[in-house]
């Protein structure tokens, strides 16, 4: 049979490569006859650069920046070649992702997105023609601010003095913006952003309102981040005459879309669509047998955007049956019924804690997998057995 695995990560225990390899395994230990065609795939988060620097062969150029606690840390961006251009790949999650945010500093009231305009400058200096940027596992909330300073533009309160927005907390502050230092290159290139297409910066589903507590912040937090998004919102309004505030993307990263989009034109993207213009699947879809994806954890959340809903959306298109593996089933994931994903299984084989789970999970992922194989052959081995009865004579 022809089997085509299109992975995300395991976030914080396997690289979607890894998980690729992990099930081409499983799939080897029913049989080395199957033919099998592995296409890691990142949805912006972490994983981003790592899996598209090695598809198109490019290289990982380090750098120091500043972190989201406002530290200097080691991060890195991708650079590669491809029809004469230059292209630059960042991922957010590497500049200022939550796990660059210890534990006991969670708060976005109070995390930046420096780094990533850090990174930005970096990568014109690099001589990048264009960027593709991430945005996805972020610990920030501050509507891109931090960015927007690190390339120039600055920000007045009401008494005319230069502002530090070093997190979410501070942008009802901002009165004035001026953009004239900012650096003329970053608004000369084209930058394209991976976004989660449904999330907006302000309103009832607003970015604060809808992940602030998972980044750490209390009720009065949320609000206070609501209500500045709001004022955000409206400044780019004034600066650009776009209303940003739910604008489909805008709301990716802590704001970080808007704040892209807003302060230095970059393009928002769903994330599936972007990507495929960097990772073609749709012919090894259309030409396997059975696709299988897999990502940390199916819910009622994967239908949107997530890749095992984008992968199995494109396989019905050629009516290929999809299978996807996960560590958890979460709430609601029979929703994923309904996206194209035929069946689902978890990987986990028997009561475990996280950290037993996340340093097992390629050897469970290879078992799960041989499991899963060996049952598809058995309804194979049934199917063409009740065939051939249906073709003898009838006597």
């Not at 390899?21 to 499983?26: C, Y």
């Not at 009832?204 to 206070?224: C, I, N, T, W």
């Not at 780019?236 to 990263?253: I, M, R």
Request: charged share 25%; glycine share 12%; hydrophobic share 40%.
């Amino acid at each position: 049979m022809k089997m085509v695995v299109i992975p995300s990560g395991f976030k914080e225990s396997l690289s979607s490569e890894e998980v690729g390899r992990a099930i081409e395994k499983g799939i080897y230990r029913v049989s080395r006859e199957h033919d099998v065609t592995v296409i890691p795939m990142a949805d912006g988060g972490e994983g981003f650069v790592e899996t598209i620097v090695k598809l198109k062969e490019g290289k990982t150029v380090k750098t120091l920046v500043t972190g989201p606690v406002g530290k200097t840390i080691n991060s890195y961006f991708g650079i590669f070649h491809e029809n004469g251009v230059k292209t630059a790949v960042i991922e957010m999650a590497a500049v200022a992702g939550l796990r660059h945010v210890p534990h006991d500093q969670r708060n976005p009231l109070y995390t930046t997105t420096y780094g990533v305009g850090e990174t930005i400058i970096e990568a014109v200096n690099q001589g990048a023609e264009r960027i593709l940027i991430g945005c996805g596992d972020s610990g920030t909330s501050d509507g891109g601010a931090g960015m927007a300073q690190a390339v120039g533009v600055k920000f007045y309160n009401r008494n005319n003095e230069l502002l530090n927005v070093t997190g979410g907390a501070y942008i009802g502050e901002i009165h004035r913006v001026d953009m004239s230092d900012i650096d003329p290159r970053v608004l000369d290139i084209d930058i394209d952003v991976a976004v989660n297409w449904k999330n907006v910066l302000c309103g009832e589903r607003g970015v604060a309102k809808v992940f602030g507590p998972q980044k750490g912040a209390s009720k009065s937090d949320v609000e206070l981040l609501s209500d500045n998004f709001d004022h955000l919102a409206k400044l780019l309004k004034e600066l650009t005459g776009n209303d940003y505030s739910l604008v489909n993307g805008g709301g990716a990263s802590g704001g970080l879309g808007a704040g892209l989009a807003g302060f230095i034109g970059a393009e928002l993207h769903p994330r599936f669509d972007i990507i495929r213009k960097y990772i073609e699947i749709s012919d090894a879809i259309q030409n396997a047998d059975i696709v299988i994806t897999a990502e940390g954890c199916i819910d009622y959340q994967t239908p949107n955007d997530k890749i095992p809903s984008e992968v199995a959306r494109i396989a019905k298109q050629y009516n290929k049956p999809v299978v996807a593996f996960a560590g958890t089933i979460g709430k609601k994931a029979s929703l994923n019924y309904k996206s194209g994903i035929d069946a689902y299984a978890s990987i986990i084989p028997k009561p475990a804690t996280l950290e037993k789970s996340m340093a097992d999970a390629a050897k469970w992922l290879e078992k799960c997998t041989e499991n899963t194989i060996r049952k598809i052959m058995i309804g194979t081995q049934v199917a063409q057995n009740l065939q051939r009865l249906s073709e003898q004579p009838v006597k």
